[in-house]
């Protein structure tokens, strides 16, 4: 009904960046708060950044100075341009949409995650 695809993870060195992106398809009336979760192996998943429609954005305190979460509404697409990467960094980074899908019905959906590696 609704798949969240990212791309744009990989593997790279300590200090370089990577620019995530999300695009959300299928049966959607609108999307509402759009956000970057990770994991990293042997820990739970976490809040990283989030962004509502209007484009209030919040960050985790270990994403802020660093990340930048943005999003395109007619695109149905948020990014996360991450700098200054660090080796804690690394994770399995998943996009998440609270989609509408009629008017009766607004869920949460995850896309599939993608593999951030950072080589210290």
């Known amino acids: 009904q609704v798949q969240l695809v990212e791309s744009g993870g990989g593997l790279v060195q300590a200090g370089g960046s990577l620019s995530l992106s999300c695009t959300a398809s299928?049966?959607?009336?609108?999307?509402?708060?759009m956000g970057w979760y990770r994991q990293a192996p042997g820990k739970q998943r976490e809040l990283v950044a989030t962004?509502?429609?209007?484009?209030?954005?919040n960050y985790a305190d270990s994403a802020k100075g660093r990340f930048t979460i943005s999003r395109d509404n007619a695109k149905n697409t948020v990014y996360l341009q991450m700098n200054s990467l660090k080796a804690e960094d690394t994770a399995v980074y998943y996009c998440?949409?609270?989609?509408?899908?009629?008017?009766?019905?607004?869920?949460?959906?995850w896309g599939q995650g993608t593999q951030v590696t950072v080589s210290s």
């Open positions: 962004i509502t429609r209007g484009r209030n954005t």
């Open positions: 299928g049966s959607i009336l609108g999307i509402g708060l």
């Open positions: 998440k949409a609270s989609v509408t899908t009629s008017v009766y019905a607004v869920n949460d959906y």
